[in-house]
């Protein structure tokens, strides 16, 4: 693969590096993760929490993960699809990463497993309903804020819960979802206001 871009870009101007480079940035800040991640074993006094968190983060943004979800997401990006298929797409590219930073925090913690398990179906929650305000803020945000042209969804033909049940009802999911969330972060023996006040927040987010 670097052999391949290290070619193109012999062979391409300044203006069509530009895709290469970006893709190069990508693997860059992957692999910088890790080198990040690996200090927990120099520094770190509990090696058996930092490898279950290391597995963790090794396994939520690849194939099984955000990169499996952006795969499938690309590939019926101009298809109409059923929910369950877009339910799959958001909790693998978007709830795989939010579930990743959640659990690990609740592993190196020293919370159970029965503890981290319910920590995931938490961030599992909260990644579908930061997904379906994406697809609510792609309707009625201000381009400024939300970074992107509005409508670009329905402009390239893609399938959201907006197009599936219409604002109102998508709104409801974000907020249902979101409250889920919180219930189930309340049920641990610690409580966490500051996170709790963050899934709030992103109910009613406008970018």
Known sequence: ??????WMMMR?????RLPILFILAGDALLNYGFEVATESFTYGEDLQRATKAYTVLAKKPGIYGMIGGQAVDVENCDRPMEREKLDFIYDL???A????SMMIGAIMAGAS???VLCIQQAAKKIGLAFQIQDDILDVIGEEAQIGKPVNSDE???????VTIMGIEKAKEQVEQLSMDAIAMLRGQKYKN???EQLVKYLIYREK
């Open 193 to 195: 206001e500051y996170l």
């Open 155 to 161: 402009k390239n033909h893609k399938t959201t819960y």
């Open 93 to 95: 590219k978007t709830g």
């Open 113 to 115: 497993e029965e503890e």
């Open 12 to 16: 391409i101007d300044e203006e069509e």
């Open 1 to 6: 693969m670097m052999i391949y871009l290290r």
């Open 97 to 100: 990463l939010i579930e990743a």
